[in-house]
């Protein structure tokens, strides 16, 4: 029997790999660099399955091309870069890897939000450049974090991971959601607001998807409400902040710092003026970033493809209503 090829967009933790070697055709990219978007449609297209990361575009043109593929399956709980309609419309079920990375996330925002509050990577660049001369009364003083009050957006899972975090710093944690979250009450996080939440807040940390309604949440507007003071943490996706509004408000005094771990584009380029703040801190979207938690997400999106390639429902599916349609 000829086994299904798939095209799998970048190597991906070989646990994943593994599971797709004996029952599929591997097409890998094996590059650094995703591949360009003509690379993609055309392999795409020659594929019955498709396991992408978050920089490869997947819209409807792409899908046009490629009526062999039968399943898409993206290693990464968000999914702003597929168009899920156009993949819905067609029957396409769309897999992604909610809940593993979680935990991995939430540490790594917290220590985002503890490295800016003390501003821990400028330290590092003073010490290493030998400007440490001697301990100094006002040398880099921070921000403290223990008795804070954190304003988290987006209640979801990562969201409330965040809260669990600030629990044990003491801190005192508003959020805003859609509606009250009734697990914020267990967590002793009150309902605010977004206004009152960005101007009673700390430290703002971002952890809704990107939708038309999240585009620029953090714009010249929001960031004018937030305290000169406060830190904002992004590890959510760079569009939710309008970078142009955060670099004038980094300048300008109205808030103290940024800490991102996604930004709009990605990567930053060179030039970009945020690079060359020392109160805006970014890295290169790495917030899920550990061995264990990268291994569980290639599994889990080896494991979608493969359902989806037997033509069985996903175990983690984006599009559900494909296969209720299906009965
Ligand atoms: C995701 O999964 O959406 C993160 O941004 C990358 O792990």
């Not at 967590?187 to 009673?200: C, K, M, V």
């Not at 309604?213 to 996706?237: C, G, K, Q, V, Y």
Request: hydrophobic share 45%; proline share 8%.
């Amino acid at each position: 029997m000829t086994r299904p090829r798939v095209f799998i967009t970048r190597v991906i933790p070989e646990e994943g790999l593994a599971l797709l070697r004996d029952a599929c055709a591997i097409d890998l990219w094996e590059d650094e660099l995703p591949p360009p978007y003509d690379i993609l449609q055309r392999r795409a297209a020659e594929a019955d399955g498709l396991l992408c990361l978050l920089s490869d575009r997947i819209d409807a043109a792409l899908l046009e091309a490629a009526p062999r593929l039968r399943v898409i399956s993206q290693m990464a709980v968000g999914y702003d870069n597929i168009d899920v309609s156009a993949c819905t419309a067609r029957g396409l079920p769309v897999g992604h890897t909610p809940g593993v990375l979680t935990e991995t996330t939430a540490d790594f925002a917290f220590a985002l939000l503890m490295a800016a509050a003390r501003r821990i990577p400028e330290a590092e660049r003073y010490a290493r450049a030998g400007r440490w001369k001697t301990w100094g009364p006002t040398l880099l003083l921070g921000r403290d974090i223990y008795g804070a009050t954190l304003g988290i957006i987006g209640m979801g899972r990562i969201g409330q991971a965040v809260a669990r975090r600030a629990r044990g710093f003491a801190m005192r944690i508003l959020y805003t959601d859609r509606a009250e979250v009734p697990e914020a009450a267990i967590l002793g996080a009150e309902y605010r607001p977004l206004e009152s939440l960005l101007a009673e807040s700390d430290f703002v940390s971002l952890h809704v998807p990107l939708t038309p309604e999240t585009f620029h949440l953090i714009d010249a507007r929001a960031l004018s409400l937030m305290r000169p003071t406060a830190i904002l943490i992004n590890t959510a996706r760079g569009p939710v902040v309008d970078h142009t509004a955060l670099y004038e408000a980094l300048t300008g005094g109205q808030i103290a710092a940024a800490a991102l771990d996604v930004t709009d584009p990605e990567p930053l380029p060179p030039d970009s003026p945020l690079l060359a703040l020392d109160n805006c801190l970014v890295v290169p979207h790495i917030a899920s970033a550990s061995v264990a938690t990268r291994g569980r997400m290639a599994v889990m999106a080896a494991e979608n493809l493969l359902a989806g390639l037997r033509g069985e429902r996903l175990p983690h599916p984006v599009n559900p209503e494909v296969f209720d349609r299906r009965r």
